[in-house]
């Protein structure tokens, strides 16, 4: 079944064919729950990737009742796949780079090493420098000036290290220490319902379907999870449970 509709929000959501993302059109799925049972959702391939917005939303919250497979609770804002989940998006040329010079707290514009495909309202992470990871940073790109710098929206709150390298004593020789800057935008997304503090979670899950063993597996390349993960929990954004032949 090619899907080139918007379907209204759905509960439960299961997947027991083909689904195929129409990709002359964004197309958009809502559900509190997704069971990708039997069957498979594919946008794009290897070869020819999607190249329009594909947004599955995973609604509900924190206090809404789970739903269980085998007998393990699933949990709730999940999506089990027990098929196969093919998402093949587009990311830009420059996925990841570096600083090329140092960006000061206050700064307001990056000079990096590369920033090809890279668009003004486009998101960026920035590593720390020191030894605080929570000292990353999360930016937006208001202007690509000619020279290749990137203005942001707001000013750093951190510093950022841009020397080629520093020297490390005890003949260890040089690191780079340059601060790495990466791409977070794809075309293809996951993402929570009203309710982000309680993000969803992905689990590709093996498990016998009374006599048929059903084993889930998962190709991802180009898409984004946002926001994803549920807090004191060890759900994670994505995760590979009990898949007896480990993919």
Same mark, same amino acid.
């Given at each position: 079944?090619? !899907?080139? $509709?918007? /379907?209204?929000?759905?509960? +439960?959501?299961?997947?027991?064919?083909? @689904? &195929?993302?129409?990709?002359?059109? =964004?197309?958009?799925?809502?559900?509190?729950?997704?069971?990708?049972?039997?069957?498979?959702?594919?946008?794009?391939?290897?070869?020819?990737?999607?190249?329009?917005?594909?947004?599955?939303?995973?609604?509900?919250?924190?206090?809404?009742?789970?739903?269980?497979?085998?007998?393990?609770?699933?949990?709730?804002?999940?999506?089990?796949?027990?098929?196969?989940?093919?998402?093949?998006?587009?990311?830009?040329?420059?996925?990841?780079?570096?600083?090329?010079?140092?960006?000061?707290?206050?700064?307001?514009?990056?000079?990096?090493?590369?920033?090809?495909?890279?668009?003004?309202?486009?998101? !960026?992470? $920035?590593? /720390?420098?020191?030894?605080? +990871?929570?000292?990353?940073?999360?930016? @937006? &790109?208001?202007?690509?000036?000619? =020279?290749?710098?990137?203005?942001?929206?707001?000013?750093?709150?951190?510093?950022?290290?841009?020397?080629?390298?520093?020297?490390?004593?005890?003949?260890?020789?040089?690191?780079?220490?340059?601060?790495?800057?990466?791409?977070?935008?794809?075309?293809?997304?996951?993402?929570?319902?009203?309710?982000?503090?309680?993000?969803?979670?992905?689990?590709?899950?093996?498990?016998?379907?009374?006599?048929?063993?059903?084993?889930?597996?998962?190709?991802?390349?180009?898409?984004?999870?946002?926001?994803?993960?549920?807090?004191?929990?060890?759900?994670?954004?994505?995760?590979?449970?009990?898949?007896?032949?480990?993919?």
């Amino acid at each position: 079944m090619v !899907l080139d $509709i918007d /379907p209204n929000p759905i509960n +439960y959501f299961v997947v027991d064919g083909t @689904l &195929i993302a129409d990709d002359t059109r =964004d197309v958009n799925i809502t559900a509190n729950s997704i069971h990708v049972r039997a069957g498979n959702i594919t946008a794009g391939s290897a070869a020819t990737p999607f190249m329009h917005n594909f947004v599955i939303q995973i609604n509900g919250l924190k206090t809404d009742n789970g739903f269980y497979i085998d007998p393990v609770i699933a949990g709730n804002k999940y999506m089990v796949v027990t098929g196969s989940l093919n998402l093949f998006g587009v990311a830009p040329a420059t996925v990841s780079t570096y600083l090329t010079k140092t960006a000061f707290a206050g700064d307001s514009t990056l000079y990096v090493a590369g920033s090809s495909g890279w668009a003004v309202g486009d998101t !960026l992470v $920035i590593s /720390p420098s020191f030894s605080t +990871y929570s000292e990353y940073e999360k930016l @937006l &790109i208001k202007a690509i000036n000619s =020279d290749g710098s990137i203005v942001l929206t707001a000013p750093l709150v951190h510093t950022h290290y841009g020397s080629n390298s520093v020297t490390i004593s005890n003949g260890v020789g040089s690191l780079d220490a340059r601060a790495r800057v990466g791409h977070v935008n794809r075309n293809i997304q996951l993402v929570p319902g009203p309710d982000a503090g309680w993000g969803f979670t992905v689990n590709v899950y093996g498990f016998m379907d009374g006599t048929i063993l059903r084993i889930g597996s998962a190709q991802l390349s180009g898409v984004q999870f946002v926001s994803g993960g549920q807090l004191d929990t060890q759900n994670p954004p994505l995760n590979f449970m009990n898949n007896l032949q480990g993919n």
